[in-house]
Structures are given as structure tokens and as C-alpha cells.
């Protein structure tokens, strides 16, 4: 299994751009999560879903956007990027035996790390 | 409000003593607690976890205790060495929530 994939591993945008950061997973998951991370700072939830065809908003969520069309699939879409989205973005999954109730370690991809100038 | 709070948020210990990082969860439903390790550039990796039914569990230099009457979990890390230094996180699923909560870190430095 390659767990968690994320893709690309770097990219730097300009002002108003948009871009889709790519996060497949093969464990059969169905809890998928977006994360960003900014320099010397912990893990802040963007968007997270906990199954096909349903998606919920985390902490930090303006500015982002998500679907979760398959299992394996969750990407994660910046429409207008402004400088305040640099980052490194992880994307995680888990599988949950019960709604509600997350129980079960996350598995980490590797990042993508965002620069926007 | 919900929260996971993490202390110290920096701890350099001298190569070969025990390191020992805390955790306070608000919810006392909460029944799992992992705890991550971050090396710089890299992801976040699971090193060990616990559930509500254990008050330690251990992996070699590595053990986590809980006390769930305080709501307190703790990683504690003996013999340290300088491959321990990475900044270490705890997590806890709080009030029914579909997502972990994380704790905002703590950077070790094991000095050799």
C-alpha cells in the first residue's frame, strides 16, 4: 500500500491564481482530512469528510473548498490565492468504525508545500 | 471550549536522560490518545497511541500514561538520544467529533 498520497510536492503561486491539491488514499479509509501547517506552528483542520459525498468545514475553511467524490479521492481547491495561504498542506485519513466518534489513528501524507507571491 | 492543551512547548534534555511531555483534554468522553512525532520537512508519524481502557502502555524507550480522572495524558521518553529531537504532538477526539484535536507541539532538542 502507498498510504497516503499527496500531490504536487511543491508549488509556488501567484496572487489570484487557483490550483487543486491532489490527496488519494488506498487503505479503504472513509474519514479523509486537510490540514495546514505554517512555519514553526501546529496542525490547523481545514476541511475534513467522513465518507463519499460528504464534507464539513474545520477550523481555518475560507478560502478553501473540498468534494469527496470517491473513497479514495479528497482534493482540495484554492480559488483566489493570496499570500495568507502559504503553507504546507497534509492531508490525512482514518477509518471510523462509528459516526462521531473519531477513534482510530490518522495516516499522513507527505505535504505539499504552497508558496503565493 | 473543546480543547487539547500541550506543555512545555519547547524541552531540551541532555542525551540519555527522560523526556516527558504532557497533555490536558477537556472532554471526559474522549477514549483515544495518540501522539505524533514531526522530524523537520517531514510528516506527521504516529509513534504511539492509547485508549481510555489502559492507564500506560509501552514500546521501548517510548511509553504513554493516562489518567483519566484528570484528564491528563503524558508521553515519556527514556534514554533519549539526539534522533528523538522533532517537535511532538498529542491528539484526542473531543465531544463527539468526527476529526482529532490537536495539540500546538512540543519542539524537543536532545542536546549530545
Known amino acids: 500500500n502507498a498510504g497516503v498520497t499527496q500531490t504536487p510536492k511543491f508549488r509556488i503561486l501567484k496572487i489570484g491564481q487557483s490550483m487543486t491539491l491532489q490527496c488519494a488514499q488506498d487503505m479503504n479509509h472513509n474519514y479523509m482530512y486537510w490540514y495546514r501547517q505554517d512555519p514553526g506552528m501546529g496542525l490547523k483542520l481545514i476541511y475534513y469528510?467522513?465518507?463519499?459525498?460528504?464534507?464539513d468545514k474545520g477550523e481555518v475553511p475560507n478560502g478553501y473548498n473540498v468534494s469527496r467524490s470517491t473513497t479514495e479521492d479528497f482534493p482540495l481547491r484554492l480559488e483566489l490565492a493570496a499570500p495568507s495561504q502559504t503553507s504546507v498542506y497534509f492531508c490525512?485519513?482514518?477509518?471510523?468504525?462509528?459516526?462521531?466518534?473519531?477513534?482510530?489513528?490518522?495516516?499522513f501524507g507527505d505535504g505539499t508545500r504552497l508558496s503565493i507571491l | 471550549g473543546e480543547n487539547v492543551e500541550q506543555h512545555p512547548s519547547t524541552l531540551s534534555v541532555q542525551e540519555g536522560d527522560s523526556a516527558v511531555i504532557k497533555c490536558t483534554y477537556s472532554d471526559s468522553a474522549s477514549n483515544y490518545f495518540p501522539w505524533y512525532k514531526q522530524e523537520l520537512g517531514k510528516r506527521p508519524q504516529l509513534i504511539i497511541d492509547?485508549?481510555?481502557?489502559?492507564g500506560e502502555k509501552k514500546d521501548q524507550r517510548i511509553a504513554v500514561t493516562l489518567n483519566k480522572t484528570a484528564k491528563h495524558f503524558s508521553l515519556h521518553i527514556t534514554e533519549t538520544q539526539p534522533e528523538d529531537s522533532a517537535v511532538y504532538f498529542c491528539?484526542?477526539?473531543?465531544?463527539?467529533?468526527?476529526?482529532?484535536?490537536f495539540g500546538t507541539g512540543t519542539r524537543l532538542t536532545v542536546i549530545p
Open positions: 469528510s467522513v465518507g463519499a459525498g460528504i464534507t
Open positions: 492509547i485508549r481510555s481502557n489502559v
Open positions: 490525512a485519513s482514518s477509518y471510523s468504525y462509528r459516526m462521531r466518534y473519531s477513534n482510530q489513528p490518522q495516516h
Open positions: 491528539a484526542a477526539p473531543l465531544k463527539g467529533a468526527n476529526n482529532l484535536f
